[in-house]
């Protein structure tokens, strides 16, 4: 062979050689088999003839068509629902559009984005409303963040730890990409009056979900939402318009939107006075909770899932805050004993998700494995027995406490409580139908 006809991708055979001796020497330590025959010798089928051809809009593998949302099991009313991301699948910072969560209080609807109308109106000198191809004309941001639904994770608040997968559990919240239009630019144009001080966003569904939002956060970061990573919105997520309110609340960012009135005070709708409200151990109740707390939780290992032996693991999962950036994750693998600090995998931004990893050496005894957050506001993720000291037992919303997962002797992995007050390893059985807000 001359030196002209080398691939550059392909190693000397001499190479090769070793790189089989290295393997094979490694092997005492690695998860993987020795080589014991060059493996370029055997072709499997797919390598001795042309593979499939183009296609118009991709799809993900056939061996991964199980990695799929789940959908309640028995929806309170037709549309009236939610579906869990699979948290525990998935990997890196951001979610795939076709696995982003879905809250749902009366279906998705069919917009014709040709007769859709964004209006802004009320207290303002100029009320304007524009359609899908102006908004298209205005200059645009992208950002990260992710939508959490306050109810997401709520089955902590139960006696007994509910048995589920970590997306089970956990999925209502997803992370995208978001591309838009900041609202201070629009209402730049409207001009709000003196008096005003909320904006009170409607969507455009059959539940005319309704949300009144401080203008101060209007005008900060909130963002009118046209694409969703690098595409347009998906309909469960808005199409052709959404709001996003950065870090807050997943209800208040609200989809199909299409009037947003400007306004001297909130609407004080459903979902602000008979729901998102909560009693407190002191009965007072709070209100207008609007910050998504410091929340972290490992993904893998997570319930359900069995370690196949003693050895090297890598511990990763997901971390973020309303308030700000992910700050520090600490990993304990003792119930909470010990903690020791997680490598962040970048970019660690405001308001998105943070993937954190964790090596961890599994020696086969049982163990409890736990993450904590703490955000740039100096918040630090709660133990449930100080979430429910503070919150009391009237609470349905923004549960955040540390989650543990209880590695068996065997490798199983199940969803425990640590704290002194709950009676560990009793295990509830996961019924979620009224388990989102
Ligand atoms: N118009 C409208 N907007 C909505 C909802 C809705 O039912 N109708 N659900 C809200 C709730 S409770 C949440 S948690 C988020 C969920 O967003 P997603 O479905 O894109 O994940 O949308 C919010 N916006
Ligand atoms: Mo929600």
């Given amino acids: 062979m001359s030196p002209d006809d080398a691939d550059p991708d392909s190693e000397p055979a001499a190479d090769r050689r070793g790189f089989l001796r290295r393997a094979a020497a490694v092997a005492a330590t690695s998860v993987a088999v020795p080589v014991l025959a060059d493996p370029r010798d055997a072709l499997e089928p797919w390598r001795t003839q042309p593979g499939r051809s183009f296609s118009t809009y991709g799809q993900p593998a056939a061996a991964e068509i199980a990695v799929q949302r789940w959908p309640s099991p028995n929806p309170a009313a037709p549309g009236n629902g939610a579906s869990w991301s699979p948290l525990h699948q998935l990997e890196g910072s951001l979610t795939p559009a076709g696995l982003h969560f879905e809250r749902h209080h009366n279906g998705i609807p069919d917009i014709d984005p040709a007769r859709h109308e964004l209006r802004i109106f009320g207290r303002v000198r100029h009320a304007l409303a524009y359609t899908l191809d102006d908004l298209l004309r205005y200059p645009r941001i992208t950002r990260r963040c992710f939508i959490e639904c306050g109810g997401n994770s709520n089955t902590g608040w139960r006696d007994k730890p509910a048995q589920g997968t970590a997306g089970h559990l956990h999925g209502l919240v997803s992370c995208s990409e978001w591309t838009g239009i900041p609202l201070a630019a629009l209402l730049a144009e409207v001009e709000p009056q003196a008096a005003a001080a909320w904006i009170i966003a409607e969507g455009a569904d059959a539940f005319s979900l309704t949300m009144s939002i401080p203008l101060a956060k209007a005008r900060e970061d909130c963002l009118l939402v046209l694409f969703q990573n690098g595409e347009r919105l998906r309909p469960e997520q808005g199409y052709p318009l959404r709001l996003l309110v950065p870090g807050w609340e997943g209800v208040l960012n609200v989809k199909w939107l299409t009037n947003v009135q400007i306004s001297d005070q909130p609407a004080m709708a459903r979902n602000e006075t008979s729901k998102y409200t909560e009693l407190l151990p002191d009965g007072s109740a709070r209100a207008f909770t609007f910050v998504m707390e410091p929340k972290s939780l490992i993904t893998m290992p997570s319930a359900g899932s069995r370690l196949p032996g003693p050895g090297w693991y890598e511990i990763a999962g997901l971390a973020w805050s309303g308030y700000g950036a992910v700050s520090r994750v600490e990993v304990s693998v003792d119930g909470g004993d010990t903690w020791a600090a997680a490598v ?34 100096g918040r630090v993720q709660p133990s449930r027995s100080a979430l429910l000291a503070s919150r009391g037992r009237s609470a349905y919303f923004h549960y955040h406490a540390i989650v543990s997962w209880a590695v068996a002797a065997d490798g199983a992995v199940s969803h425990v409580y640590v704290d002194a007050t709950s009676p560990r390893n009793e295990l509830d059985e996961l019924l979620m139908d009224r388990a989102w807000d």
């Fill in 344 to 377: 962040l995998e970048p970019p660690v931004l405001a308001q998105a998700w943070t993937r954190f990893r964790y090596g961890w050496q599994w020696t086969g005894a049982e163990a409890v494995l736990q993450s904590r957050v703490t955000d740039t506001s």
